[in-house]
């Protein structure tokens, strides 16, 4: 039987979620590193202005929130180095790959988090929410939490960096 490798088994995980909005997949050999991108679009209740993070005010029609998720190499880069880029900075191990219950746990996170920042992005355009801004916030402990609920088996399986 063939393992799945990383990027095969993240693919399928994102397929899995139940999410309205876009998930993407980028995979940049030379660096080491996935991003797995999300957006979210809402509509816009007429007469609400919402200032997107360009400056420019949208009092109308589809809003999107663009975020991402970046599994890096920690065998070659700082993840550190790039947390204030991304939602979340997750590492793995070279070639060995990332923990099968890090990526379950990941996504099984993920979606409790895309469902409660769709209803909240939601709620933030149509005027309901006080909040001044709108930004995803990635629970680490939540996230540790849904890592340590896996199978203790998936903590020992490893899911391979590809070979290309």
């Known amino acids: ?26 995979w940049d050999k030379e660096a080491r590193v996935f991003e797995v991108e999300l957006t979210m679009t809402v509509d816009a209740a007429a007469g609400f202005e919402v200032e997107d ?14 975020d991402a998720i970046l599994l890096y190499d920690a065998t070659r880069l700082k993840g550190e180095d790039y947390q204030d880029n991304y939602l979340a900075v997750i590492g793995f191990q070279g070639k060995q790959g990332i923990a099968q219950a890090t990526v379950d746990g990941l996504f099984d996170y993920l979606q409790t988090l895309l469902d409660d920042g769709q209803s909240d992005l939601m709620d933030f355009v149509d005027g309901t ?31 391979p960096y590809p070979k290309y």
């Open 1 to 26: 039987m063939t393992t799945q490798n990383m990027l095969d088994y993240v693919g399928d995980k994102m397929d899995a979620l139940d999410f309205d909005g876009d998930l993407d997949l980028n």
């Open 53 to 66: 993070q360009d400056g420019e005010t949208i009092d109308e029609g589809e809003i999107d929130y663009s």
């Open 129 to 159: 929410s006080a909040d001044e801004t709108f930004e995803l916030q990635f629970d680490q402990a939540k996230f540790q939490a849904a890592i340590a609920a896996q199978p203790a088996a998936n903590q020992h399986v490893f899911l």
